[in-house]
């Protein structure tokens, strides 16, 4: 089973211009989600997707970061413009639909952003 | 979701148990504790799972005390390739899934 794929796997930008990220999950995953981790710190949720639909966007600053799932496949994460402080790994991870305890995420390898 | 405390670091030596411990005491009665690591340059990886009783699978043991304010992650012979962060979550299994990672325990395992 092919794991959840990410590119680019290292991107370096100046503050103020724009990047995107893409994922693709595992075939027939309908939970989407996206992560921000800094360095030193554990991985923090930007949004969550179930199908194409926005479950939790609590996190994300929207007046920089988008993010979209169109098909309830793959999924594109933008931040526009860049900030020093942006500077992190953007994970995405995948996870199948439930309703009981147990639906464990599967992450991708990530994509480390440098913001110069 | 309840907050855990883990220490910030731990060794081990290779080929002996390596004991995680996780204080969870705000847990709620329909929360689960989970365990994920995460190895240098990688995505954070399951590795198991438990409401109320003590679990056991391929990669590792998970014993939770009978008021389920703690817990312990047991890997039976770490090897090298466990040198990682684990991490202690607790959340409603049938909420919206979202795992609220702190900073985790950086596991060195020592040849």
């Known amino acids: 089973e092919a794991g959840v794929a990410q590119s680019p796997r290292y991107k370096i930008i100046e503050k103020r211009q724009s990047v995107a990220f893409w994922c693709n999950p595992i075939s027939g995953h309908a939970t989407l989600y996206w992560y921000q981790q800094i360095l030193g710190q554990g991985p923090k949720l930007l949004i969550q997707?179930?199908?194409?639909?926005?479950?939790?966007d609590s996190q994300l600053p929207k007046d920089r970061f988008s993010a979209e799932r169109l098909k309830g496949v793959d999924s594109t994460l933008k931040i526009q413009p860049a900030k020093l402080e942006d500077s992190a790994v953007y994970l995405c991870a995948s996870s199948s639909s439930g309703f009981k305890g147990g639906n464990e995420q599967y992450f991708g390898p990530g994509t480390r952003l440098t913001v110069t | 979701d309840a907050k855990t405390t883990q220490p910030t670091s731990m060794d081990c030596a290779e080929g002996r148990a390596a004991n995680l411990p996780c204080n969870h005491s705000?847990?709620?009665?329909?929360?689960?504790v989970y365990w994920y690591r995460q190895i240098h340059s990688q995505g954070p990886q399951y590795i198991i799972h438990?409401?109320?009783n003590n679990e056991t699978n391929e990669m590792a043991s998970l014993i939770i005390t009978e008021d389920r304010k703690s817990s312990t992650l047991i890997l039976p012979h770490a090897t090298l390739r466990d040198t990682a962060v684990y991490y202690c979550?607790?959340?409603?299994?049938?909420?919206?899934?979202?795992?609220?990672f702190g900073k985790g325990t950086l596991l060195t395992v020592n040849p």
């Open positions: 979550i607790v959340r409603v299994g049938s909420s919206n899934y979202k795992l609220t």
């Open positions: 997707f179930q199908n194409n639909g926005v479950v939790d």
């Open positions: 705000t847990i709620s009665g329909n929360e689960y």
């Open positions: 438990g409401l109320k």
